[in-house]
T-cell receptor, first 114, second 112 residues
């Protein structure tokens, strides 16, 4: 069965500093990988996705993520954090078939210090 | 273009009652998935509907059931509510033959 681990429950970062959120997955085949962001009381917004090809993918809001097959990782990065980036971030893996059930990690809550 | 819409926004029920949550997918989307997100956790897959049939199901009891209508909208029904059913219920829709899910804002269910 597939699984997703986000080792950091909370991360505090200063505004303007860089941010990296870790994600490790377990999946037998080539995974479909996603990062979503959830603001308090809201649903999930898709930041970016990886299906195949270039292992560095660009997303919305200045985020990028790198797929590393050898490490089973898909870490999310942002060079300079804004106060509005304070939210909870979820990594997810999807099955490759058309039945695209998502398995989510436990999430990382990001706090931004002024 | 409206996104995924869910109703109601909030709901309070008592143990043993039954509840129905509703979801309208994005225009042009034909697949609807439902997730349960307990406080402080990541969403967990309940089931997915395509062509008015349940295509996949997660590890949830039969108390959780659903339906998809010809216009692709969907309902999630939970019978015999338990305190542990208190959670945010998220609906997601997908375009035809694409592995991308777009989420609604969710329905917050509180069971007292």
């Amino acid at each position: 069965a597939q699984s997703v681990t986000q080792p950091d429950i909370h991360i505090t970062v200063s505004e303007g500093a860089s941010l990296e959120l870790r994600c490790n997955y377990s999946y037998g085949a080539t995974p479909y990988l996603f990062w979503y962001v959830q603001s308090p009381g809201q649903g999930l917004q898709l930041l970016l996705k990886y299906f195949s090809g270039d292992t560095l993918v660009q997303g919305i809001k200045g985020f990028e993520a790198e797929f590393k097959r050898s490490q089973s990782s898909f870490n999310l990065r942002k060079p300079s954090v804004h106060w509005s980036d304070a939210a909870e971030y979820f990594c997810a893996v999807g099955e490759g078939a058309a039945g695209n059930k998502l398995t989510f990690g436990g999430g990382t809550r990001v706090l931004v210090k002024p | 273009d409206a996104g995924v819409t869910q109703s109601p926004t909030h709901l309070i029920k008592t143990r043993g009652q039954q509840v129905t949550l509703r979801c309208s997918p994005k225009s042009g989307h034909d697949t609807v998935s439902w997730y349960q997100q307990a406080l402080g956790q990541g969403p967990q897959f309940i089931f997915q509907y395509y062509e008015e049939e349940e295509r996949q199901r997660g590890n949830f009891p039969d108390r959780f059931s659903g339906h998809q209508f010809p216009n692709y909208s969907s309902e999630l029904n939970v019978n015999a509510l338990l305190l542990g059913d208190s959670a945010l219920y998220l609906c997601a829709s997908s375009p035809p033959a694409q592995n991308i899910q777009y989420f609604g804002a969710g329905t917050r269910l509180s069971v007292l």
